[in-house]
């Protein structure tokens, strides 16, 4: 279904976007992301890294939401600082979803905001390259957040408790991001513009 019909039939203020593989498509091997995370959690705690495992299929989103709820603050700069270095060395380029990017800009009656695991830093970049980073109120992500989708913590970071739920929409484009909202009690539009 498109975008503006969808918001047709189901009236919004609120535009929450996630970043990666939605507004845009890095080039970047997010495989080697997770084999190299994968490798580094079993070192600060075997057991406990198997025992996750055990738990669930393990996503690395999910093992490192267990981590940080185990480990705190030391392990989540680990991930922010890993994150960080990550993507400033293996972003090799990007595909703009021009559909969107020109729907963000052609639309300032609604309040956007973006909800991302990805870093400040490769945001902005980014959006600054497809023009569109004063368009956001708001940028949820690697950064501020202790916890990454589908912890439903990035919505709590941009949610104003003085507007109905029912006025936000979360535009995304994976089961993490369909599951977060759920657990935030908002609307889920799926983009499908990477599909393969």
């Not at 057991?47 to 669930?56: M, N, P």
Request: with cysteine.
């Amino acid at each position: 279904m498109n975008l503006t019909y969808y918001l047709k039939k189901h009236p919004k203020k609120f535009l929450i976007v996630d970043f990666d593989n939605t507004i845009l498509k890095l080039d970047i091997d997010w495989l080697d992301y997770i084999n190299k995370i994968r490798n580094v959690l079993p070192i600060v705690n075997e057991q406990f890294f198997k025992k996750a495992l055990k738990e669930k299929t393990s996503p690395v989103n999910y093992l490192q939401n267990l981590y940080i709820k185990a480990y705190g603050d030391e392990i989540l700069s680990f991930f922010i600082n890993f994150s960080s270095e990550f993507e400033s060395k293996n972003i090799k380029n990007f595909v703009p979803n021009n559909n969107l990017i020109s729907f963000i800009k052609k639309h300032p009656e609604y309040v956007f905001y973006i909800w991302s695991a990805n870093t400040l830093k490769t945001i902005k970049k980014y959006l600054r390259k497809v023009s569109i980073l004063d368009k956001f109120a708001k940028i949820a992500c690697r950064d501020n957040l202790k916890f990454v989708k589908p912890d439903p913590e990035g919505f709590l970071f941009l949610y104003n408790p003085n507007q109905h739920k029912k006025d936000y929409l979360f535009i995304g484009d994976s089961d993490s991001d369909k599951k977060a909202a759920r657990k935030a009690g908002i609307d889920f539009f799926l983009i499908d513009y990477f599909a393969k």
